[in-house]
């Protein structure tokens, strides 16, 4: 196919449908071996893609020549996940061609919406953290920027959820078994990474020697940027054995519940950990973290040697490292292990180039979240690094914390990368966390209030003695697959209402203010978002086999399952609504239904237990005929990203409701303002800003603040006293305590009983439930008068330019990466 015609512009592939139709019998017939009359969704979506992907390798070969005659420096991001959701429909959009594939597709016979659900989604992620990584990387593309990203291509992503009798159940996925054209192997780009073995002296010299040696096989996988010819790369490693290895002689450290049990070559990129802010501290993922970390940073000095200088003494002119969490903190010795023994740097300019080199993001601010690895274990799977690191602590306190606090051995305990054992003979832990503030020149959260507290909480004397290193980036999402190619409808009625191209300037949506209050906007804007819900309310029936009216209330919580996000206390109040209508089911409220999706991780007792009562008190309400279908409750199985797409468009309120002070920043919350829903929130990451944002008048705020929540703890906080004021409280606790939901397991609830009574209820959900509940009144009687309420979800929606990951991109291109 011509992918350019002579003489046209070439940021956008200028074809027509007859042109793809053509391509796509051609990878049919001569890509696959299928005839016209045999393919069906499945055949089309493989050919499609095959089309889709030439397109891509043809920019991205004129993109990487573009880059090696460039001038600029090379943003490389690493990153254990990257969650970046079916690419087909996605790329399409971002090509400027889908409206023409959806003719082609309709001559064919078969259309492109059907086509596009063959596609498997790549759960190369957990949740946010991997979700930010591939909007980060569209946004780097559509932005032009010279950027790689770097991660692991594993066989099996997160686990597939299902539910047995209301409890999950979960199986591996093994997302690219059918069939995935979009990753590319490049074996001329192989890399062997050394593993065990030991240290020693040869001549003054320190070598690493006696190693298991395993093979990174690079895929490529292609990312396009909107409205531009480039075309970036997501490069994912997969391991394999090298010759002679024998990983298996070594320990075999136990693996996950039930696959493979011991660490061999192979199983290095078998699977991804399904912990969302909590490590797992399992001897085979530091392996995985090395092994991309060590092909990543071995990828990218070829790369710097073939296009500048053999010498590396330059390198950071040309490359630039983000280090997305801990999670490849490793890197920050093995880049220091190479300056060192491999490129003859001494120690003090190698330390010195490899902070000009690194940066590091902060996600959480979770205690137990932030990674430590024993002294031991680093020792024995990689002992030069450790050595590397001890070198690095040294100098560090004895040079830069005792140039700060001449003498104080204190403060050198405190900050020491080397944590000192509580007991002595326990093992002595490395904190990533300090490796990575110590071995880059930036430090980010991911949102304001996040940021202020990473300074004056988690890093205080970090702060102290760099004041300006530690920084704020907030997060953003992409525009483009996060309104444009979810909710194709709105799109369109941006498109005609406002002048500019706000795929590219999120800001231009600010135009759409002027049209809040305008009834016939007013009535477009809940006609698409009702179509949504129909749309929407097909899917819950073909997944939950329950009838939603789209009338109702749409109010939805997505997000990772954990209890500092507190869908337990979104449960608590559906209890309590459900209990209201049943002592009056003639109560006037408007119907709701409240949707859940969400995956606990598989080790997370909690977690588990919460969607366990969930689901058992859905199957209660949504069979009781008493309520009058005013209320329903959902959740949806094997939430992802495929499955983000269809909810967010769909809903009217879209729950942020955290304990203050826990969520970094969030996401989720961005891309549902964006969609016209509105927030009912805390005070806690992002959700700050896009109250300011929106203005107070737009969101509903409840809850304690940061400070509130502090002084709380201070003075003592005992949820009993709540439960024993609170008659409603009390009679929904004793309820799910009672056995009454699950007779078959009466104490199945008790340790979420347990946790929020008994166990100091630390997510305070207890002391913020009665402010919930109050909030959830107000958006009752919100919803009574339509014209403010589709005024303030378009406020949302025309208030979001902030909240692009184009900004967020730019804010790192400034204070981070000293990109012009
Ligand atoms: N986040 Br740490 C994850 O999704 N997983 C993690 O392991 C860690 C953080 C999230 C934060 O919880 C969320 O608040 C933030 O918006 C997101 O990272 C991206 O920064």
């Known amino acids: 196919m011509s992918v350019n015609k002579a003489g046209q512009n070439d940021t956008m592939p200028v074809v027509d449908s007859e042109d793809i139709a053509q391509?796509?019998?051609?990878?049919?017939?001569?890509?696959?071996?299928?005839?016209?009359?045999?393919?069906?969704?499945?055949?089309?979506?493989?050919?499609?893609?095959?089309?889709?992907?030439?397109?891509?390798?043809?920019?991205?070969?004129?993109?990487?020549?573009?880059?090696?005659?460039?001038?600029?420096?090379?943003?490389?991001?690493?990153?254990?996940?990257?969650?970046?959701?079916?690419?087909?429909?996605?790329?399409?959009?971002?090509?400027?061609?889908?409206?023409?594939?959806?003719?082609?597709?309709?001559?064919?016979?078969?259309?492109?919406?059907?086509?596009?659900?063959?596609?498997?989604?790549?759960?190369?992620?957990?949740?946010?953290?991997?979700?930010?990584?591939?909007?980060?990387?569209?946004?780097m593309t559509t932005l032009d920027m010279p950027a790689m990203g770097y991660g692991i291509n594993y066989r099996f992503g997160l686990f597939r959820q299902s539910f047995a009798g209301g409890?999950?159940?979960?199986?591996?996925?093994?997302?690219?078994?059918?069939?995935?054209?979009?990753?590319?192997?490049?074996?001329?780009?192989?890399?062997?990474?050394?593993?065990?073995?030991?240290?020693?002296?040869?001549?003054?010299?320190?070598?690493?020697?006696?190693?298991?040696?395993?093979?990174?096989?690079?895929?490529?996988?292609?990312?396009?940027?909107?409205?531009?010819?480039?075309?970036?790369?997501?490069?994912?490693?997969?391991?394999?054995?090298?010759?002679?290895?024998?990983?298996?002689?070594?320990?075999?450290?136990?693996?996950?519940?039930?696959?493979?049990?011991?660490?061999?070559?192979?199983?290095?990129?078998?699977?991804?950990?399904?912990?969302?802010?909590?490590?797992?501290?399992?001897?085979?993922?530091?392996?995985?973290?090395?092994?991309?970390?060590?092909?990543?940073?071995?990828?990218?000095?070829?790369?710097?040697?073939?296009?500048?200088?053999?010498?590396?003494?330059?390198?950071?002119?040309?490359?630039?490292?983000?280090?997305?969490?801990?999670?490849?903190?490793?890197?920050?010795?093995?880049?220091?292990?190479?300056?060192?023994?491999?490129?003859?740097?001494?120690?003090?300019?190698?330390?010195?180039?490899?902070?000009?080199?690194?940066?590091?993001?902060?996600?959480?601010?979770?205690?137990?979240?932030?990674?430590?690895?024993?002294?031991?274990?680093?020792?024995?799977?990689?002992?030069?690094?450790?050595?590397?690191?001890?070198?690095?602590?040294?100098?560090f306190l004895h040079s830069e914390v005792e140039a700060v606090w001449p003498g104080d051995d204190h403060m050198k305990r405190r900050l020491s990368i080397i944590e000192e054992p509580d007991r002595p003979g326990d093992d002595q832990m490395v904190r990533m966390a300090f490796l990575s503030v110590v071995g880059s020149h930036k430090v980010n959260g991911v949102a304001a209030l996040h940021s202020r507290l990473v300074q004056e909480k988690l890093f205080p004397e970090f702060h102290h003695m760099w004041p300006e290193k530690i920084i704020n980036v907030t997060n953003g999402v992409t525009p483009r697959r996060w309104l444009d190619y979810c909710n194709p409808e709105l799109a369109a009625l941006i498109d005609e209402t406002i002048e500019g191209d706000w795929r590219k300037d999120l800001y231009k949506l600010g135009a759409m203010k002027a049209y809040a209050d305008d009834p016939a906007f007013q009535k477009r804007f809940a006609a698409i978002k009702h179509d949504n819900k129909k749309h929407l309310a097909a899917v819950i029936k073909e997944l939950c086999d329950v009838d939603v009216s789209p009338d109702a209330i749409f109010d939805v919580q997505i997000k990772r399952l954990h209890e500092y996000k507190r869908q337990q206390m979104n449960l608590l109040h559906i209890m309590a609504l459900y209990r209201r209508l049943l002592d009056n089911p003639d109560l006037d409220v408007p119907p709701r239904v409240f949707i859940f999706g969400a995956k606990a991780a598989p080790g997370y007792k909690v977690a588990k237990t919460i969607i366990h009562a969930i689901n058992r008190v859905a199957e209660r309400v949504n069979n009781d005929r008493r309520i009058k279908d005013k209320l329903k409750v959902v959740f949806l199985p094997n939430y992802r990203v495929s499955l983000a797409e269809k909810i967010i468009p769909a809903a009217d309120v879209s729950e942020q409701i955290s304990t203050a002070g826990f969520e970094a920043s969030g996401t989720g919350n961005m891309k549902f303002a964006l969609n016209g829903a509105l927030t009912v929130g805390t005070l806690d990451g992002a959700n700050v800003e896009i109250a300011e944002e929106v203005g107070d008048d737009n969101i509903f705020i409840f809850g304690l603040t940061v400070e509130q929540v502090s002084e709380l703890r201070h003075r003592g906080y005992n949820p009993r006293d709540i439960y024993n004021r609170s008659e409603e409280l009390r009679s929904v606790i004793d309820w799910l305590d009672s056995g009454d939901l699950c007779p078959e397991e009466p104490e199945a609830f008790r340790p979420l009983v347990e946790a929020l009574l008994d166990q100091g209820d630390y997510f305070l959900t207890m002391a913020d439930y009665q402010a919930y509940s109050d909030a959830h009144e107000r958006i009752a009687e919100t919803w009574k008068k339509p014209e403010l309420w589709w005024k303030m979800a378009i406020t949302n929606s025309a208030s979001m330019g902030k909240f692009s990951s184009d900004r967020s991109i730019q804010d790192y291109g400034k204070a981070i990466w000293n990109m012009s």
């Open 23 to 139: 391509s796509v019998v051609r990878h049919l017939q001569q890509s696959l071996g299928v005839e016209l009359d045999e393919a069906g969704p499945a055949e089309y979506w493989e050919a499609l893609s095959l089309v889709v992907r030439e397109i891509d390798l043809q920019r991205i070969r004129a993109t990487r020549k573009k880059e090696r005659e460039g001038k600029a420096r090379r943003i490389y991001y690493l990153s254990l996940e990257f969650l970046v959701g079916r690419l087909l429909g996605n790329n399409l959009h971002n090509l400027g061609i889908f409206k023409e594939t959806e003719k082609a597709m309709a001559k064919l016979g078969t259309p492109l919406v059907d086509i596009l659900e063959n596609e498997s989604d790549p759960s190369l992620g957990n949740g946010g953290l991997g979700r930010l990584a591939a909007c980060f990387m569209d946004s």
């Open 167 to 395: 409890k999950q159940v979960e199986t591996p996925d093994g997302w690219r078994e059918d069939s995935f054209p979009w990753g590319i192997e490049r074996a001329k780009r192989k890399q062997h990474v050394k593993l065990y073995g030991l240290v020693r002296e040869h001549a003054g010299k320190a070598v690493w020697e006696d190693t298991q040696e395993v093979l990174g096989m690079p895929w490529d996988v292609p990312v396009t940027g909107y409205g531009t010819g480039t075309v970036n790369t997501l490069r994912l490693w997969e391991s394999r054995a090298a010759h002679g290895f024998d990983l298996n002689s070594f320990d075999a450290g136990r693996y996950q519940d039930s696959r493979s049990q011991e660490i061999s070559a192979e199983n290095i990129s078998q699977v991804l950990y399904p912990n969302d802010n909590h490590p797992a501290g399992k001897e085979l993922r530091l392996i995985q973290q090395y092994f991309f970390v060590a092909c990543s940073l071995a990828d990218l000095i070829e790369r710097y040697k073939r296009e500048n200088s053999e010498s590396l003494k330059n390198i950071a002119d040309k490359v630039a490292i983000q280090l997305n969490d801990t999670h490849p903190a490793i890197a920050v010795a093995e880049f220091m292990r190479v300056l060192m023994d491999e490129e003859n740097v001494v120690f003090s300019r190698a330390l010195e180039v490899t902070r000009e080199v690194f940066a590091y993001t902060n996600h959480t601010l979770l205690p137990e979240a932030l990674e430590e690895w024993p002294q031991q274990l680093i020792t024995k799977v990689l002992p030069r690094h450790m050595q590397i690191i001890h070198m690095i602590n040294y100098h």
